[in-house]
């Protein structure tokens, strides 16, 4: 069975329509709208053709041992869709932007239970390591070098970054995956986003999509490190025409693979939607909760080792203690620094957002959302041997004896709400040299931070839950932007995007280690971006883009620095990108057999005073950075996929790159502590700047229902710190995984599925993370100490998934 797909009122093509077979997804239409089924089986089917924006085409038909073919126009839809919301923030192939599509279906032949980061390891750039080595957990994405805090994300246009620290801690939503309807990955600045500025990429996701029938469907995983993933799913459907309702409950639990390394997920997610011919207005509400082994203090490298001499200057300098020493030699790689029992992080954040979408006549429309996040929760640890003033608590004088340190459990807590609106007014005609955005949005953050002593070995005369520090921030961020899409001729489009962002943050009070924090910082942000695309032919596209982006600083750029210095900059980067694609569908009689994709980007990224890694962390595990007055990161990434028909598939992903530091002045200590730094100034590395990233996925269906796929990954060296030394890195590694899935449909119900994911096949031992510090030994030799974060070796998880 095949066919061409187009609109019924202009004839041309609709690339990217839905085709499911009997409900099944089973494919999309090319460039040129063309679908291919290789088989339908005997007996009567029906047909559906999805595409936003379309009334959907449901045909039955019979199957026949002869071919047939199938040519239809789609109907504009009689209800507003979702799209307004979602194309509002995305890049397209008019945009000149180097950009990643992932569908629902995509993701959900990855989604093993994982973090969100492993389900787009194979995307161009992408670096994911996971504090407790299996993908469950505190995970993290590097992209372009860039870690999370220099990724803007979006979940449906709503910032999910951190105000003040950048990151997004995707932890706190277990299992989002399963409610994504589609992602998209830009790379480099992008186009105008809200929130924190993209300084190497954005990942925009999408909850939006509406299915039109009822369902009900559960994923079930079990895997090694005793790791559980069980969520169900429904959807009503349109009911009367509509309205809708979709919800999930998952959980996820594990091990980890470093000892005590647990994990403890929850999550839920419900969405009610009215649609109307102009009008759609949707309530969403998800949370996360997560209980997690605090794992980020890593591992140290003569755990791994095995060296004894190395190990000795670990306890020589007060890193670890002798019985910690042993214990990280018996362990090895799978060592724990932490032995209490409840040294563990907690917390959960419910997000709520209203979403409308209003169509103002031909062409216009309007997107606008009202959100509020409310994040709260602490994490707990034991500390040996704390001075009692350090705590706000006096020494305690027992006859002739005055205690001055005690053993106790302290928590430091999170109290937080974000709140705030986005808008985009949006003119996209179906026909139409112009297309345009006026968008933006105000957001607020409020956040408490404190501690408290729960228990303490000498409590002096300290209260239960005795409060040692607070300070409050509070950050505004509101921005405004316009962009536009201009096809000048019939082969040449130009794009302009033009963004102003004001920042004012303030923080008032205490650290924990008694510093005053006390910050007020304000920024105005102009970040114009500009581009060209010159279609070749058939398929064929040459782009080319500047783009300005400028972030202000994290809050432990102002809070890891001593008392009053507020020196840390704001960051400036231009982005050129160029590049070409290409998208060749190769047809036979019975329609498209071959496809080929073919894309090269170039990209240079120039920076002033870009925030780099120290190598460092502080006592949460973030890293401690430092402006680079003069750096950049320059490369070409090359992707490439073929396939034939729907029985076998080859795609790739190689990114060449050089990331530099100019004038780097390396800083050291000298016997006293003091921080020395180089007079002379030289070219270096970034930290965790590999210049090689690749991935490769095969895959094949051997039989009808039986999808076999290996996917290989190699990153190269990396280092820890921007010293380039190799006693401070990351060594390269390869990684090959390998992926089966088995679907198959009885009666009783629409489809039984059968997964197994064998990860790290090979069985290598690797580091995906690290960071390193230093200081001088007894004979004036600096000492450095490195931690590391290992990945397992080979493990494995097994899946059954039914849809009703």
Do not use: C
């Amino acid at each position: 069975m095949s066919g061409i797909i187009t609109d019924a009122r202009t004839g041309a093509p609709l690339p990217g329509a839905t085709v499911l077979l009997d409900g099944t997804p089973s494919g999309a239409t090319d460039v040129a709208g063309a679908f291919t089924l290789p088989a339908v089986p005997a007996g009567l089917h029906e047909l559906r053709v999805t595409f936003l924006g379309y009334e959907p085409l449901v045909q039955r038909l019979q199957g026949q041992p002869t071919e047939q073919r199938l040519s239809a126009r789609l109907q504009a839809g009689g209800v507003l869709t979702a799209e307004a919301l979602v194309t509002a923030s995305r890049a397209n192939n008019r945009t000149a932007t180097a950009y990643t599509n992932l569908s629902r279906e995509d993701l959900a032949k990855r989604n093993f239970g994982q973090d969100l980061p492993y389900l787009l390891d194979q995307t161009p750039s992408v670096v994911v390591t996971s504090d407790a080595g299996a993908g469950v957990g505190y995970t993290d994405i590097r992209i372009r070098g860039t870690s999370n805090t220099g990724i803007n994300m979006t979940i449906n246009g709503v910032p999910l970054n951190d105000a003040e620290s950048h990151g997004s801690f995707l932890v706190n939503l277990p299992d989002l995956a399963s409610s994504i309807s589609s992602l998209q990955v830009q790379r480099g600045v992008g186009t105008s986003q809200n929130g924190g500025a993209a300084f190497g990429a954005s990942l925009n996701i999408s909850t939006l999509e509406a299915r039109p029938e009822a369902y009900a469907e559960t994923q079930n995983t079990f895997g090694s490190f005793n790791t559980w993933r069980n969520n169900v799913q429904f959807g009503t459907g349109l009911l009367g025409g509509r309205f809708t309702v979709d919800g999930r409950l998952s959980r996820i639990s594990s091990d980890g693979y470093v000892k005590r390394g647990a994990s403890d997920l929850k999550s839920y997610y419900l969405a009610a939607g009215y649609q109307g011919k102009n009008t759609l207005l949707k309530f969403i509400t998800f949370s996360g909760r997560e209980k997690t082994y605090q794992s980020w203090n890593g591992v140290p490298e003569p755990a791994l080792t095995g060296d004894r001499a190395l190990l000795q200057q670990y306890i020589d300098n007060g890193e670890l203690s002798p019985a910690d020493a042993e214990r990280a030699l018996r362990e090895g790689r799978r060592y724990s620094y932490y032995t209490y029992d409840n040294q563990t992080d907690n917390y959960q954040q419910n997000h709520y957002q209203l979403h409308l979408s209003q169509g103002l006549g031909e062409g216009w429309n309007l997107g606008a959302a009202l959100h509020l996040t409310r994040g709260f929760g602490y994490y707990e640890s034991y500390r040996t041997g704390r001075k009692l003033v350090e705590y706000g608590l006096p020494n305690l004088v027992l006859g002739d004896t005055t205690i001055k340190r005690s053993n106790l459990v302290d928590r430091k807590w999170l109290d937080n709400y974000f709140y705030g609106g986005t808008f985009a007014l949006n003119y996209q005609p179906r026909e139409g040299k112009l297309q345009a955005t006026l968008g933006g949005a105000w957001n607020q953050f409020r956040n408490d931070h404190y501690g408290e002593v729960i228990w303490a070995q000498y409590a002096s005369s300290g209260n239960t839950r005795q409060r040692y520090y607070f300070n409050d921030a509070r950050k505004t961020d509101y921005n405004a932007y316009a962009r536009a899409t201009w096809q000048v001729l019939p082969r040449l489009g130009v794009y302009a995007d033009m963004q102003v962002r004001h920042i004012t943050y303030r923080i008032d009070g205490v650290e924990d280690d008694q510093n005053d924090v006390t910050t007020r910082a304000r920024y105005t942000f102009f970040n114009p971006k500009a581009g060209a695309t010159l279609a070749l032919g058939e398929g064929q596209q040459l782009y080319a883009s500047y783009a300005v982006g400028q972030r202000e600083p994290v809050r432990s750029d102002f809070t890891d620095r001593p008392a009053g210095d507020q020196s840390a900059r704001a960051e400036h980067l231009q982005d050129f990108e160029g590049g070409y694609r290409l998208t060749l569908p190769t047809t036979s009689a019975l329609g498209p057999v071959t496809a080929l994709r073919f894309e090269a980007n170039y990209f240079y990224m120039k920076y002033r005073n870009q925030l780099v890694a120290t190598g460092q962390l502080n006592d949460v595990g973030t890293a401690l950075r430092t402006n680079a007055p003069r750096s950049y990161r320059t490369g070409l990434e090359l992707t490439a996929a073929a396939s034939a028909s729907d029985k076998l598939s080859l795609s790739s992903t190689l990114t060449l790159s050089r990331n530099r530091i100019l004038d780097f002045r390396e800083v050291t200590y000298d016997a006293d502590y003091n921080p020395v730094t180089a007079a002379e100034g030289r070219t270096t590395t970034i930290s965790y700047s590999p210049s090689v990233v690749s991935g490769h996925t095969l895959e094949g269906q051997p039989l009808r229902g039986l999808r076999l796929a290996l996917l290989y990954k190699t990153v190269s060296r990396q280092y820890l710190d921007n010293s380039a030394s190799e006693d401070r890195r990351l060594k390269p590694y390869q990684v090959l995984d390998f992926r089966v899935r088995y679907s198959i449909r009885p009666e009783f119900v629409k489809e039984i599925e059968l997964g197994l994911l064998v990860s790290n096949v090979l069985n290598r031992r690797y580091e995906a993370n690290g960071y390193t510090y230093g200081y001088p030994g007894a004979d004036g030799r600096q000492q450095t100490f490195n931690w590391y974060f290992p990945q397992a070796t080979r493990n494995f998880l097994a899946s059954v998934g039914v849809k009703f």
